[in-house]
């Protein structure tokens, strides 16, 4: 009987500058893994700052795009190896629910179709209880919209059935908490 072995997906969400896209990359080399990068960061960079209902559109087909590539690979060295490795996952749908809803206070329907299909193991929930860092693409340097946002997140994943963790705290306090919670997915 050959059993495939399902690789595990690490969703790591928040609002801007809670040290998202550094807990993934640290993630990624702890355990020897994938991560597949936030889409938007490349998508904005390129294309600029300004965007619409379609831009987001764009970004969110080229984070399930990008998404489906890593879960491949990732998918293919498992099979080749038999060690279960987990795809850390910067962003998912309901980022880009939050996002729509909060910039243009509308959703696609594609957007809500697409959280309906989302199949992960773990939410990793950044809060923003570090230092807003400036970069071209940060759009929130206020502490109201980033626990606005914040609470968003945290509301959204009450109501769903995957498991969560919060991640708070400094940056050595982040990495553990995200390590034992993964470890705990791992182990089932």
């Known amino acids: 009987m050959n059993t495939k072995l399902a690789l595990k997906k690490i969703v790591v969400i928040g609002p801007e ?3 998202k896209s550094t807990l993934c990359m640290y993630l990624a080399d702890y355990y ?4 597949c990068p936030e889409f938007a960061r ?20 080229g ?3 990008a998404q489906k590539k890593h879960v491949d690979l990732l998918q293919t060295q498992i099979d080749q190896t038999g060690i279960v490795k987990p795809l850390i996952v910067d ?5 880009m629910k939050v ?17 309906n299909k989302q199949d992960y193991d773990l939410y990793l929930l950044c809060k923003p209880d570090i230092p807003w ?3 071209e693409l940060r759009e929130y340097p206020d502490e109201k919209p980033r626990q ?3 609470q968003i997140y945290k509301d959204i994943l009450i109501n769903q059935q995957t498991p969560w963790v919060e991640i708070s705290g400094g940056f050595e306090t982040r990495n553990q908490k995200a390590v034992d919670a993964i470890d705990a997915v791992l182990a089932r």
Not at 91 to 95: F, L
């Open 32 to 35: 020897n893994t994938l991560w």
């Open 17 to 19: 500058s809670t040290g």
């Open 91 to 95: 962003t998912d749908m309901y980022v």
């Open 99 to 115: 996002w729509a809803e909060y910039v243009f206070g509308t959703c696609p329907t594609f957007i809500l179709d697409e959280i």
């Open 133 to 135: 860092v400036k970069d």
């Open 42 to 61: 490349e998508y904005l960079l390129e294309n600029g700052t300004t965007y619409t209902v379609d831009d987001l559109m764009t970004i969110a087909k």
């Open 63 to 65: 984070q399930l795009e």
């Open 148 to 150: 606005e946002l914040f």
